[in-house]
């Protein structure tokens, strides 16, 4: 006797019941997939991106916007910060090394960069194809950017102002590529690198741009090789601005004194990445754990429907159990076959719920080309992801249970006598 077959024949002998039930808990496990997902590389790539920066320092605001800005690149920067307290800031003995960055402008949505080289060095970033940018307005596209915008080397593109698409471009000069970096499935891969000075250039008045293109090719080695070269900023007036500055501590001394000197002694704001982080993933955490209510919630409706599914069907069946007793199934037989039922059902709404889950979230990147969840995968398979099938068996044995002795009480003589 084929357990197996007989138990996928009744299934199917009403596949509305078993469609229902199976959609239902489709829908639940989808859910937890979808979160599951998104909760595992989130967190990683978020971890991934602040990989190397102790602290962001900018204009005062909000530290969580601050850090969003300034690493992740998936907010508005609070503002600009003067020049002399950047540079008085990158003496600070305590201070191992600094990254100065000028935001404020994008092509099609991806923000184009103004910094040094120790950006992509923080990365550990190779250049796939071409070099690094040397003068301004020369630019080093990141992998996504080069795929989704088709640029090659030599390739030339005007940037926008503001860090959304649409806004007033800076027509008076032209960005061109002469470098495009590999992948790295980091934050490098959705920006436009460029010098600082092709930022404060951009922004000046159209007849200045094109008079301060001229003079500062000849003077680019004096700016950019100044007294203060091994801190990462060009030497140039103190009336300049800069947006941001990521910072390594030199000891862990630093973590301690620097970021309260900052805030209380400056104009500025420093901000930890991973504190800010953390205070985030809290404020996530209470969300993540409401949907994953829902989810179980829809998981226990399912398991009901289940059992409700297997008792009515167990009530209509009984004469066929008595006839299966009566041609020699054992009592184990039978209980076995409606515990088979039940993980059949559950099985099938495992398999469909980590499939809808997946699809749901290829849709999500699909609406989401830029910011943080187009860097998402939804096609990796995750190992927790098995423990969603196991969980979901658990559901269809805990609803068979009763279905399942009560088939395996059924008596021969008084079934067959009935009928």
Request: net charge neutral; hydrophobic share 45%; proline share 3%.
């Amino acid at each position: 006797m084929n357990l197996f077959k007989l138990s996928w024949k009744y299934l199917t002998f009403r596949p509305l019941s078993t469609g229902l039930n199976v959609v239902l808990l489709a829908l639940g496990l989808a859910i937890i997939t979808v979160l599951l997902l998104i909760q595992d590389q989130f967190e990683k790539k978020m971890n991934q991106d602040a990989a190397g920066v102790d602290l962001v320092v900018g204009a005062k605001g909000s530290p969580l916007q601050l850090i969003l800005s300034g690493v992740y690149h998936i907010d508005y920067p609070t503002g600009n910060i003067p020049m002399d307290e950047a540079q008085k800031l990158s003496r600070n003995r305590l201070v191992k090394n600094i990254i100065p960055m000028a935001l404020g402008d994008n092509y099609k949505g991806y923000r184009i960069v103004g910094t040094n080289h120790d950006y992509p060095a923080l990365y550990d970033a190779t250049l796939k194809r071409g070099r690094l940018w040397e003068k301004p307005f020369e630019v080093v596209l990141g992998a996504e950017v080069a795929m989704k915008t088709g640029f090659q080397i030599g390739g030339e593109f005007v940037g926008s102002h503001g860090i959304t698409e649409g806004s007033h471009e800076h027509d008076a000069n032209n960005f061109k590529v002469v470098g495009v970096l590999e992948r790295k499935g980091n934050v490098l891969d959705r920006l436009v690198l460029t010098s600082v000075e092709s930022i404060w250039y951009t922004h000046e008045e159209e007849e200045e741009a094109s008079d301060s293109i001229a003079n500062h090719e000849e003077q680019h080695d004096i700016d950019t090789h100044g007294p203060v070269a091994t801190k990462g900023f060009p030497k140039v007036a103190e009336s300049r601005e800069l947006t941001t500055l990521l910072i390594q501590y030199r000891n862990p001394m630093a973590a301690i004194q620097l970021p309260r000197l900052i805030n209380s002694g400056t104009s500025m704001q420093a901000a930890s990445p991973s504190f800010e982080m953390s205070r985030l993933f809290e404020l996530l955490g209470v969300g993540i754990s409401l949907l994953q209510g829902l989810a179980v919630a829809i998981i226990g409706i399912s398991g009901l429907g289940i059992f409700i599914a297997l008792y009515n069907s167990l009530k209509e069946r009984k004469y066929d159990l008595a006839v299966l007793r009566a041609i020699g199934a054992s009592k184990r037989q039978l209980l076995l076959l409606i515990f088979l039922e039940g993980a059949m059902l559950t099985f099938m709404g495992a398999i469909l719920g980590i499939l809808l889950g997946h699809t749901f979230l290829s849709v999500i990147i699909s609406q989401n080309e830029q910011g943080v969840m187009a860097s998402l995968q939804a096609w990796v398979f995750l190992r927790q992801e098995l423990w969603i099938v196991v969980f979901a068996l658990g559901v269809g044995i805990v609803a068979s249970v009763i279905p399942a002795f009560a088939a395996y009480q059924t008596s021969i003589a008084k079934q067959l006598t009935k009928a």
